[in-house]
C-alpha cells in the first residue's frame, strides 16, 4: 500500500526533487510459510497487546520562534499553545463559546450587571471622547457613558458628582484545572499573568491595562470579578475580562523559578518550554525540525478520555510542495493552513481523488493586506519616511498616494494569479458578507483604474519627466520603495504580482524584500511593529467582530503605549477612532452596526492599508484523521485539539 501511494506521488508532482530522496520500501516478506489453522488452535491464546500509541503529525509551513504568552503574536505560536493551553473561550461560527471558564458572563445569566455609579473629583473613568482613562480633577472635560446608551458632557467642579455606569463581570474556571506538575490553576495564577503582562516590560498592548480595567477582586480560588472602568463599556464584556494564567508557584515571587517579567521575557525555558494545564504537555523542541507535545496525564478532562492522541508532533516543513509530497506519503497527517495551499489546489484535488488526502476549504476571516507606514519611528530612514509630495509633506502620509497605489493594482487579478480562485477581493477590513459590513454604496470601491492612479500621484509631483516609463519628481528622484512580507509561498508569488502590476501599469518600482522572523517580532526591533517599513504585507486573524481596533490611535506600538499594539501603519484618526470606539462599546445590535459603518467609510476613504482579498482557510488532513474542524471564525485548526484522533 505505501509504494503504491509513493508512486501515485511520483506520478503526480512535477518536480521529482519536491519527493522525499529516501521513500519507505513496501513491508518485506517474512520468508516463513503461515501456520495452519490445526496447529494455531492446539496452541495458547496469545497474550493481548496494549494498542499502539497513537501518534499524530501536524506539518506546519513555519517553526514559531516563541511559545511565550505575552510575546509576539504569530498563527504558528497559537498551533502549538492550543494544545499546552485550554484557551479562554473559543470565537466560533461568529459566536462565543467558553473553554477555560464555566460560561460566559452575561446580563442575562447574572454573571454580569451593568449598575450607575456617581463620580467626582479624585476618581478614574473611563473618557468616551478620548478613549481613555482620566482622574477628574476640577476644570476636567469628560464624555461620560450613561446607563442608558447616551453620553454626557461635564465639566469638573468641587463637590460634585456626574452620573455614568459600571459593567461587572464575574468569571469562574472550572474546577480540577492544574499545570501539568499538579499544582492547581488558581486566581493567584490569574493575577500574576495580569500583573507580569501590565508590566511596562512586558511588550503587550497597555490599553487593557490601563483603559479597560478598574480593578479585579478575587472571590474564591477558582473565580474573581472583573470590574471595568466606570464608564467603559463593549459589545463583548462577557468574555473582554477572562484572563490566561501563568504558573505563579513557578515564576512568581517566592516561586521554584521566580523571574521579573523582563526576565521573563528572555528566559530559555519560559520562551521554549511553558508549563502546559492544556491536553498536552511539551517534551522536546528540536530547533528547525520539529516540536513534540504529549498527553498531559493531569489534564481536567482526562475523565472524558481526553485527548484522544498520546502524541501530537508538529513538524516544521516550508517548503509547500514537500509538504504535500509527505501529507500524500503518510508522513504528515495533517497540513496546516500557514502553508498557503491555495496555488497547489488543483494537485491536492488529485490526491484527494487518489483518497491519499481530504482538504477542507471555508470562508474565513481572514485577510490580505498592504500596509503603508504612515508614521515610522524617527530612526527610519526608508522610503517611508523620505520621500515627499510636491508641497514637502511626506508622501505616504498622504491618502491620495495610498489611494493611487489601490487603483494601480488589479487585484481580482492579484486573486487569480496566485489562488487559484481560493479567495476574494475585500473592500474593507470586513468581509462583504459579514453582518456588520456597510454595504458597497457605503464605502469607497477601488476599481483598477491605473490613469485614475498616475493622475493622483500627478497632482502629488510624481510624473514620468523623461519618458523612461517610471515615475520620478523631475529631481532626478524616481518613485521606490520597498515591499516587505514573512517569507511565505504565497506572498512571495502576491509581492512578485504585485511588483510587476505597480511597474507596468503605473511606473512604480518596488524592491521586494523576504524576511524572517523579525518581521513580525515586537517593537522597537520588527519591522511591521516596529514602524520600521515602507509597504508591508500579511494577513490580520480576525474574528467575530468587524477589526476596526486594529488601526484606532490607541493601538500604535510605541515606548508610551506599548510594542505590542496593533497600530502597525500609524494611523491616527480622531473621527475613526470614535465610530470604532462607539461599534466596540455599543450594547445594542442598531448601534454597533450604524457605527460600524461610519468606521468603514472613513477607512476606505483614508485607506491606511489595502485589503488585497480575504483568504480561504485551507487545512489537509490524512484519510484516517478525525476530529479536526476548519471553523470560519476561529484563527486556529487546533481549537479542538483534545478531539482529534486516528482511526484504523
Known sequence: MLKNRLMTVLGLLIVASMILAACAPAEPATGEAPASSEAASSEAPAATEPPAPKVMVACLAQEPSTLYLYSESALVKTFVLDSLYDGTFDARSYSYQPVLYKDLATFDNGGATNTALEVGVGDTVYDAATDSAVTLEVGSVVTLNQLDGSSLDVTVEEGQTYPTMQI??????????????????????????????????????????????????VVDAQSYMYYFMPGFTSGTYFVDGMIAPLPKHVYGEGG?????????????????????????????????????????????????????????????????????????SGECDMGTQDAAFEGSLPLIRQFEAEGLMIPQVVAGTVFEHLDFNITPVESYAGAAATLTASDGERLFAKKEFRQAIAY????????????????????????????????????????????????????????????????????????????????????????????????????????????????????????????????????????????????????????????????????????????????????????????????????????????????AKILVTGPNIVGVIMDPTANSEFWNVESFDIVQ
Open 168 to 217: 461587572v463581570a464575574t468569571y469562574a474556571m472550572h474546577d480540577g484545572v492544574t499545570w501539568e506538575d499538579g499544582t492547581p490553576v488558581t486566581t493567584d495564577d490569574i493575577l500574576f499573568s495580569y500583573e507580569v503582562g501590565a508590566s511596562p516590560d512586558t511588550p503587550t498592548s497597555k490599553y487593557f491595562y490601563t483603559t479597560q480595567t478598574q480593578k479585579i477582586e
Open 256 to 328: 521554584s523559578n521566580p523571574l521579573s517579567p523582563a526576565e521573563m521575557l528572555a528566559d530559555e525555558g519560559v520562551n521554549r518550554d511553558p508549563l502546559a494545564y492544556g491536553p498536552f504537555k511539551l517534551v522536546e523542541w528540536i530547533a528547525g525540525d520539529s516540536i513534540i507535545v504529549e498527553k498531559n496525564p493531569t489534564y481536567w478532562r482526562a475523565g472524558e478520555g481526553l485527548p484522544y492522541l498520546d502524541q501530537l508532533i508538529y513538524r516544521f516543513i516550508p517548503d509547500t510542495n514537500a509538504l504535500i509530497a509527505q501529507l500524500a
Open 408 to 615: 494601480c493594482l488589479d487585484r481580482q487579478a492579484i486573486v487569480d494569479a496566485t489562488t487559484n480562485g481560493a479567495a476574494l477581493v475585500q473592500n474593507t477590513y470586513t468581509a462583504s458578507d459579514h453582518p456588520f459590513y456597510a454595504g458597497d454604496e457605503n464605502v469607497t470601491v477601488y476599481e483598477f483604474n491605473p490613469d485614475k492612479g498616475k493622475e493622483l500621484l500627478a497632482g502629488l509631483g510624481w510624473s514620468d519627466t523623461d519618458g523612461d516609463g517610471l515615475l520620478d519628481n523631475g529631481a532626478g528622484e524616481t518613485l521606490a520603495f520597498e515591499h516587505s512580507t514573512r517569507t511565505n509561498a504565497l506572498r512571495e508569488k502576491v509581492t512578485q504580482v504585485v511588483q510587476a502590476q505597480l511597474k507596468d501599469n503605473c511606473g512604480i518600482t518596488t524592491t521586494i524584500a523576504l524576511v524572517g522572523a523579525e518581521f513580525f517580532a515586537d517593537g522597537p526591533d520588527g519591522m511591521v511593529f516596529g514602524r520600521a517599513y515602507d509597504m508591508g504585507e500579511f494577513a490580520w486573524l480576525t474574528g467575530v467582530e468587524p477589526p476596526c481596533n486594529l488601526y484606532i490611535s490607541s493601538q500604535l506600538p510605541s515606548a508610551e503605549l506599548g510594542w505590542g499594539n496593533a497600530n502597525n501603519v500609524g494611523f491616527l484618526n480622531a473621527e475613526f477612532d470614535a465610530a470604532c470606539n462607539a461599534a466596540l462599546q455599543a450594547l445594542d445590535e442598531g448601534t454597533k452596526s450604524a457605527e460600524h459603518a461610519k468606521a468603514q467609510a472613513i477607512f476606505t476613504e483614508e485607506l491606511p492599508s489595502i485589503p488585497l482579498f480575504a483568504r
